[in-house]
């Protein structure tokens, strides 16, 4: 197999003949496919980590599609949408399509393919008749999606038939005739196709739900769009999902219940964001928003209207109706109860059992007379089956009962803090009207403190092979050298900004930093993630970074500084809005525009938005800010047509944003990206590295930082023929003891420029 793989990937392999002098064969990529493709054969572990321009998805595709052609199966999850895009639209096809002429390399003959995804893919037949090499195996590529995504024909007929007693107001019934004219259309049945709705909840009424479905008993399914995706999932051998569906699964697979087929193979692309998705499925969380759309959904409060006030036209018991009705309204009343206190112990602190941040430590501390309200309401929708004419509503009211059941479980757990080895905490952001008032959005929820011995069990103990891969999991360059900067003089303590990191952040900077060994660079990513033994492996990009990337870091003090005694800077010039300002708009003059401006708060990032929107405008330089100025999609479409713009991000926008060519020439990064000492999860984390003795800061924080310093800087070269400058504002990366650990992070050849110094 290994040779295989080298001869598809090489120069005069059968991708380079196909597509000609788009194709350029890269010894890093075929590197990344043989340990790839060893992995897989021995139902090993393994790390790869391969810089931008490697070609990485090729470089597991090629060795996933040998095995699907050994009929073993292959699970491939992404993190973002636009990844799977590459692999559905472009990558897959290209390389099954080319099966054919590999088959004739090596004994098997590969058939046309198919209309990809529907129609189950792509197939690879057995050998000619005249071949004695065997009988081959088809490889069929499917995108898996949640069944939450598919609609259903017959809830959408019901829902239609219904809607002027379901639906609450005429914007949530026109949503519903726009999902009705595009149902007619659909190919899929998906809402990746779906127009926006003036009413996103009105989706809820006609989605595809297991507590609902009929299965067989449905007067719709032979046209189902979710069971015929459940039967092209049955015969595929080569999965496409996204990491939120991939772990759901493996969540669900500890009660038997995952929905995936038996594989042999998973690949986890984009592996950095493998720990947070992974958290989230394995914690708990309780939003208002979700118990409210849920109780709304049974009786709109205001309007009377929802589906138990549309019942009494199909029940034989009104009265039994009229009951669930009221302990419904009840609900509604306990839940804005049960929140308010909520919000009340984020906002009250200790004195009530939070912690700083919203976290919750003491259990049973809030009142909790959700979870009866709605564990009653659980049993009344139960009790009500007996008393309705068909079996879709007996159905609706199962889905609705169960949907009850779990918020009362879930807000049990999470008051009790029953979960072992989790933090507990509250989140508390804008305001949502439910039809009785305006209120926050408030969440309650728990993650494991450490993800990593629960995949280890979960996921690394199976008797399949994962390969975990991205372009930032180590905290050290393939060559381990530290990139090239100038002398200059070292005051670590001095930049630090008060209660950023813990107390031994300043110890350690300030003392000589410890060299990373080779091996040690996965360290963090194998401890976090529970893959401890793992192989790992470092291809560097293949791009010429020297020559393509200045790397500035300005350390021009502010117009204004003022000393205390002792030659401390009052404040770090790194957090101070007008500063920061100052500096971007002087390096957007000197690129002309093209720059992304990278933040670690959305808080700094509206306030400087405010500073520079206008005298950058005045220049001809758009301004579009994160929250302010349209969708995540929106924004970075107008940044790609207008190649004078400056785009300012926060979390999202430093990951998962490919803008190659001209359009973005410049990156700023404002602070070095340290998680917030008060984020829930992160103190959590820290005090348990402390109790063992640890450095939280050595461990954990820096770690993540240089993941994400080096994420930040990815964001400017995506291809050979990209240039531009990374400016950094934050002088702790030459002044501090650990900047020279980020800069070690950075590809080799990088030299630092210092603007502005003393």
Sequence with gaps: MLSEVRHILSSQGPIARAIGGRYEAR???????????????????????????????????VPAMLRCLRGETVVIATNTIALQEQLIQKDVPLLVGLMEEMGRDFGRKVAS????????????????DDSDSGEGFKIKPVLVKGRGNYVSIRRLKMASERQERLFADAAARRSLHVIEDWARETLDGTLSTLPALERGGVWDKVQSDSGNCMGRKCPTFDRCFYQSARAQLEGANLLICNHALFFSDLALRVQDVGFLPRYQHVVLDEAHNVEDVASEHFGRSLAEGRVMHLLTTLCHPRTGKGYLPNLLMYAND???????????????????????????????????????????RTPGSLENLLSPACRELSLRLNTLKEYVKTDADRFELNAYAERARMIADDAEVLVRQSQPGCAYWVEATGEEDWGGGGFQRVTLACAPVEV??????????????????????????????????????????????????????????????????????????????????ART?????????????????????????????GGEYRRSWADDPRHIADRVIHHVKQTDGGAFVLFTSLFSLRAVAKLVREPLGMRGHPVLAQTEDGSRTAILEHFRRD????????????????????????????????????????????????????????????????????????RLIRSATDHGRVVVLDP???????????????????????????
Aim: net charge neutral; aromatic share 6%.
């Design 452 to 533: 990593g011995p629960l995949l280890k069990e979960r996921l690394f103990t199976g008797d399949f092979s994962v390969v975990l891969t991205s372009a930032t999991l180590a905290t050290k360059s393939v060559e381990g050298k530290p990139a090239e900067r100038p002398a200059v003089k070292t005051d670590e303590r001095r930049y630090v900004p008060e209660g950023e990191e813990a107390p031994a952040a300043v110890k350690e900077a300030a003392e000589p930093v410890r060299v990373l060994k080779k091996q040690d660079a996965f360290a963090h990513a194998m401890t976090r993630l529970g893959a401890e033994g």
């Design 643 to 714: 190649e004078r713009s400056v785009l300012l991000g926060a979390a999202s926008f430093w990951q998962g944003v490919d803008v190659a060519g001209r359009a973005l020439r410049n990156v700023i990064i404002v602070k070095l990206p340290f998680d917030p000492p008060d984020r829930p999860l992160t103190q959590a984390r820290h005090e348990l590295i402390e109790a063992r003795g640890g450095s939280s800061f050595g461990e954990d924080s820096l770690p993540r930082a240089i993941i994400r310093f080096k994420q930040g800087f990815g």
């Design 732 to 758: 702790r990366l030459v002044r501090s003891g650990y900047g020279r650990q980020f800069l070690q992070a950075l590809p080799p050849g990088v030299r630092v420029q210092i603007e502005g110094g003393e």
């Design 27 to 61: 010894e890093q990529q075929i590197e990344m496919a043989l340990a790839v493709a060893r992995a897989m054969e021995d139902r090993s572990h393994l790390l790869a980590e391969a810089g931008t321009g490697v070609g990485k998805s090729f470089a597991y595709l």
């Design 113 to 128: 393919p198919e209309p990809f995804p529907r129609g189950g893919g792509f197939e690879a037949s057995g050998p000619d």
């Design 537 to 565: 492996m470092q291809v560097g990009s293949p791009f010429d970074y020297a020559k393509q990337v200045e790397l500035i870091v300005d350390m021009t003090p502010p117009a204004r500084e003022e000393r205390e005694s």
């Design 318 to 360: 009104s009265g039994a109706v009229e009951r669930a009705i009221q302990l419904a309204v009840r609900a509604q009343d306990e839940c804005r109860a049960f929140f308010e206190g909520v919000l009340r112990a984020s906002k009250q602190g200790e004195s009530i059992g939070t912690g700083s941040g919203g976290r919750l």
